[in-house]
């Protein structure tokens, strides 16, 4: 099973992590511990489908139901990229990289991927009257133009856009990276 995981390593002794997420911090046994730092900033593969599900119910794991190209998107319309605070942006970013990073970093708001892929989609770059506090109104209104669509109807819409091929693999590698984490 395909899964990555969610949260931050706090500390780890005698092979158990504590991992903060979403204001919990969770002491995992020895081989959830094993299980979440294999899938921590990457995708993983495991077949303990008993603890995979047990750590998804958790949320400290995501889960896609295979390995095609819709369960992976909805894997990671179920996280949450997150600005790390003490980023050490000492590797070069991609242009992808770059543009998602501000987005994240700056938008006054937390973006989902659907939300990223639509701003991709429409070639919306970051500029000063979309991002911070002063822009969020203008941001969510450009990208949910018409009342009849909501994050859920986004996620539809976005999982055929062509950006998506890159949006995915740019976030993931800024995880690799240590830029984001997935909250």
């Known amino acids: ?5 969610k949260g931050i390593l706090l500390n780890e002794n005698e092979g158990r992590c504590v991992v903060f997420r979403q204001g919990v911090e969770r002491r995992l046994t020895a081989s ?6 294999e899938g921590c900033g990457r995708l993983a593969e495991s077949d303990c489908l ?5 750590m998804e119910e958790c949320g400290l794991i995501s889960i896609a139901a295979d390995d095609s190209d819709e369960s992976v998107y ?8 997150i600005p790390c605070r003490e980023a050490k942006i ?4 991609s242009a992808a990289e770059l543009i998602l990073y501000v987005w ?14 639509c701003l991709c989609d ?3 770059a970051p500029s000063k009257d979309l991002l911070g506090e002063n822009g969020r109104m203008e941001l969510v209104s450009t990208i949910y133009l018409n009342n009849d669509i909501n994050e859920f109807t986004l996620e539809s819409r976005c999982s ?3 950006c998506r091929r890159w949006v995915i693999p740019a976030l993931l590698s800024l995880v690799q990276k240590k830029i984001l984490y997935i909250g």
């Not at 008993?50 to 047990?54: G, I, K, N």
């Not at 000492?90 to 970013?93: A, N, R, T």
């Open 1 to 5: 099973m395909l899964y990555i995981s």
């Open 32 to 37: 959830e511990s094993k299980l979440w730092k």
């Open 50 to 54: 008993l603890t995979l599900e047990d």
């Open 74 to 81: 909805a894997l990671m319309c179920d996280c949450m990229f």
């Open 90 to 93: 000492d590797q070069p970013m």
């Open 104 to 117: 994240l970093r700056d938008a006054g708001i937390r973006l989902t991927t659907s939300e990223l892929i």
């Open 122 to 124: 429409r070639n919306v």
């Open 160 to 162: 055929s856009a062509e």
